[in-house]
């Protein structure tokens, strides 16, 4: 069942939004997810990290960088779990990581994402994150956009899980 009160911030903060919108994969959309607005909102934070800390079983988080980290430290705050970053290349200065913090081998980690849409980002966390040693079976984003996500990752052992649907985001939205 949908998250409510997420949905009700998600809507206060006007992080959803509709018009035409290009998206990061190239496709357009009759709605847009704003990120930005909803991860620099206290009140979203706040119920984002408390709904992922009652989905959370793993000994460690990882967040996609950029858009995860804020989702990623206030839900390490609420666990008490450790996290580490995961960038889209490894840095061309300093250590040269992909993967920023603390992570052993066979290190079992979730993936904090902010929007799914076709997976990528995700996807590319979670390869990164395993060639470094982890064990990394689950991605938990806030919003599914239901445009292929699941099933990408799927093909890669991997379930994905969101605090809210597209479907649950759009139902009775005043556009």
Known sequence: MA????????????????????LSHGGTSEYYVD?????????????IAEAFAEKIHESKLAGVALGAVPLVAVTSVETDLPYVIARKQAKEYGTGNRIEGRLSE??????????????KSAL?????LREAGAVVNRVLVVVDRQEGARERLAEADVELDALVTA?????????
């Open 3 to 22: 998250n409510d009160e997420l949905i009700t911030a998600l809507r206060d903060a006007d992080a959803v939004k509709f018009g035409e919108f290009e």
């Open 35 to 47: 990120k930005y607005l909803f991860e620099t909102d206290p009140h979203c934070l706040e119920l």
């Open 106 to 119: 066979g290190e079992e980690v979730v993936v904090l994402e902010d929007i799914a849409t076709t997976g």
């Open 124 to 128: 590319d966390a979670v390869e990164a």
């Open 167 to 175: 479907e649950d985001l759009l139902a009775d939205a005043d556009r």
